[in-house]
């Protein structure tokens, strides 16, 4: 045996046993600052969205393309206010809003920045301290931050007067930005159980709803605003906004600007410590999604609070198929987020449109008329918004008396409701336009308007269902039924109108032949011929759905 050999079999007391060879030593690698790989991922984010579909591509560039269109006509018209007297009333507002814009768009649409979801970097052996620089450097990346500067810069130009306001400008874009940032991240991370919840998703369905109301809210806010002195009143509001994190970043600025140098100093003093507050209450989230176990076993384990169905105010439901179908009618519209849409928008945009128009000068009594066709609508597709669940309800449906006995309930649930709701919107716009005499005449044609709605919307829901996808918050209708929805719900609701021709010729005649004492009639008729086409409706939809039960099925099922 060789040397060598011997001294590779040779053990420390000779006996002959192996010893194992040296490991290589490992070679240190040089640690990567988590902010850079967490930018980096955040750019690889985006570029990899850029490589799916065109489509996909479309929307992006088409995004990046608007906000900046938008973002530079902003920048123009903030420019064009430089030296004007209002510009700091605007810009200080426009902060306050821009932080409540950033406030309120991850509970509205968490789904479209995975980033912002905090419980995906819970597994991973990040100290929270570093992760909050990783993610605050990381959410700088983005068409969101991009506008947001842009509107920075351009609140800057409006309002920054000599070497002091330039200063202070130049802080503000940074604190303005950082302070948006930090405000979404903390709301996201403070709310991210509600979030991944059942009600963050309704959340995101209603969304498009609470943009609308917004939306209603903002045209009556320009309106008035456009009045003259109108700008004027935002003074008291900026004044209070100035002094509200990340607005006052902004103020700020107009106070340099304006020689105030203390109260600028403290501006800048109450931004930082906002900023600070973000971060640290962003912090104290992650750290307890970190150490808290998931809570999706616990509410499992924990005992169910709902009651049984005949528990609590269901008890005053009648008994049998009746009190059943109502109760599930009535739970759809407070649990399914496609129902309660559909319920929470006919009830705020019925009151909004009568209510605004009051409010501006321009409202009739009988615009209360606008609301009852609103929640009219409900009634129409009712299969459709069982989805595949229909196939329970169509086992217990096999007579036309059974058949109308679906239908009489659900149209009662929907009564529970829509009635008392459109009596206080008829009256409460009677007040506000002084209009007592026409309370009766309004509620009359409300009140059959609904009637003939609800019976119109048996007959849809029988002749023309169409199924309501799931997958998506702003889909209604699945591919190829669009046609047949339109049909079914402006066909239905052109019915309604042209069934209440009685009773408007019943008012015209009234009014012509100055029998003004008698318009009270309208209301008792009103009530009469809204229940006469209600049960004509339900009675004329029974035979279809009973007949045309598989039809029916396979129509509200494709989605």
């Known amino acids: 045996m060789s040397a060598a050999a011997a001294a590779g079999t040779a053990g420390p007391a000779g006996r002959g046993v192996p010893t194992v060879p040296a490991v290589p030593a490992v070679p240190d690698v040089p640690a990567v600052p988590l902010t850079r790989v967490f930018v980096g991922l955040k750019l690889s984010l985006l570029r990899n969205g850029l490589k799916g ?105 409006a309002v920054a007067q000599g070497p002091a306001g330039l200063v202070a400008g130049v802080l503000a874009v940074p604190l303005l930005l950082l302070g948006c940032v930090g405000l979404a991240r903390a709301v996201s991370a ?122 609590g105010l269901w008890r005053l439901l009648p008994a049998g198929r009746a009190g059943a179908v109502m109760q599930r009618t009535l739970r759809y519209g407070f649990r399914d987020p496609k129902t309660k849409a559909g319920w929470i928008s006919g009830l705020a945009i019925g009151a909004i449109v009568p209510v605004f128009n009051a409010l501006q000068g321009t409202g009739s009594v009988y615009l209360a008329c606008f609301g009852a066709s609103m929640l009219g609508a409900l009634m129409y597709n009712q299969f459709g918004q069982d989805t595949s669940a229909f196939w329970m309800v169509a086992q217990t449906i096999s007579t036309p008396r059974e058949a109308y006995a679906e239908l009489r309930a659900r149209a009662a649930a929907l009564l529970l409701v829509t009635l008392p709701y459109t009596v206080l919107i008829t009256v409460v716009t009677a007040w506000l336009v002084a209009d007592w005499a026409g309370l009766p005449v309004a509620l009359g044609l409300a009140l059959g308007l609904l009637g003939t709605m609800l019976g119109t919307g048996a007959l849809s829901s029988a002749y023309a269902p169409y199924s309501i996808p799931q997958d998506g918050a702003f889909k209604s209708v699945v591919p190829g039924q669009a046609g047949l929805a339109v049909s079914s719900i402006f066909g239905g609701m052109l019915g309604s109108a042209l069934l209440c021709a009685p009773l408007i010729a019943l008012l015209v005649g009234l009014r012509m032949t100055d029998h003004h004492d008698l318009l009270w009639l309208v209301l008792p008729a009103g009530v009469a011929w809204g229940a006469l086409l209600a049960w004509a409706g339900l009675r004329m939809a029974a035979p279809k759905v009973a007949r045309d039960l598989p039809e029916i099925l396979l129509a509200v099922s494709k989605g």
């Open 190 to 311: 403070a709310n991210v159980q509600l979030l991944s919840s059942r009600k963050g998703r309704d959340l995101a369905v209603l969304s498009g709803l609470l943009i609308a109301i917004g939306a209603q809210f903002v045209n009556f806010a320009v309106q008035r605003l456009a009045e003259p002195g109108g700008l004027s009143a935002l003074r008291p509001a900026a004044a209070v906004v100035g002094w509200l994190p990340p607005a006052t970043a902004l103020g700020m600025v107009d106070s340099a600007s304006e020689g105030a140098y203390g109260k600028a100093v403290a501006q800048l003093a109450v931004s930082l410590v906002g900023l600070f507050v973000l971060l640290a209450s962003w912090e104290r989230s992650l750290t307890r999604l970190m150490v808290t176990p998931d809570g999706s076993t616990i509410a499992a384990a924990a005992p169910a609070r709902d009651g049984a169905p005949g528990d």
């Open 53 to 157: 579909s065109a489509k996909r591509k479309a929307a992006f560039v088409s995004s990046l393309v608007t906000v900046l269109v938008v973002a530079a006509l902003t920048v123009l018209v903030l420019s064009v206010l430089r030296g004007s007297s209002h510009a700091g009333t605007i810009v200080v507002i426009l902060g306050g809003i821009m932080g409540l814009g950033w406030a309120v768009m991850p509970l509205l649409f968490s789904g479209g920045d995975e980033t912002m979801d905090p419980s995906r970097l819970v597994m991973l052996p990040l100290r929270p301290r570093p992760l909050v620089r990783a993610l605050l450097v990381s959410s700088l990346v983005g068409i969101g931050p991009l506008f947001t500067v842009c509107l920075a810069v351009g609140s800057v130009i």
